[in-house]
């Protein structure tokens, strides 16, 4: 699947499971019971976005490698709640680049806040376990040091 412009999928409503919102924020060292403000970034594990992703990534021979992500809200999300998520897709050439731009909203349509999830398209013949170059241009065979 190609995306030459950009994809809406959603909205899609997820809920923000207790329990793994919990399990998340230990394993974060959280002190609150709050929701870790980077919860959703498992949502964008959901079937309807990453088989997408994968789906774009085997088009363009590329592996997905996570660049950077960023949250910005106008409240905070509770554990039990549902919400409803609506996800851009959009790349960029240079550098390669699929970016996710998601809105999050209550159940009502109120704002709740905005993800924004950068994977780098890396050449999946870059990950050639034969070769490898090195930043200086040098080859090294396999089970060399480049």
């Known amino acids: 699947m190609q995306i030459d412009s950009p994809r809406t999928i959603g909205p899609l409503r997820l809920t923000v499971d207790a329990a793994r919102a919990r399990a998340y924020a ?50 905070p999300l509770i554990a039990s709640e549902s919400y409803d998520v609506t996800v851009t897709l959009r790349r960029e050439e240079t550098p390669p680049r699929l970016i996710a731009d998601a809105q999050i909203a209550t159940t009502t349509g109120a704002p709740v806040g905005k993800i924004e999830a950068m994977l780098r398209l890396v050449p999946r013949d870059a990950f050639d ?9 040098a080859t090294a065979a396999k089970g060399g040091a480049a």
């Open 26 to 75: 230990h394993d974060i060292g959280a002190k609150d019971d709050r929701v870790p403000l980077a919860y959703p970034a498992v949502w964008l594990t959901e079937p309807a976005l990453s088989n997408v992703v994968s789906d774009v990534c085997e088009t363009l021979a590329v592996v997905p490698v996570h660049e950077s992500q960023a949250f910005v809200y106008e409240r």
């Open 129 to 137: 376990k034969d070769a490898k170059t090195g930043a200086d241009g």
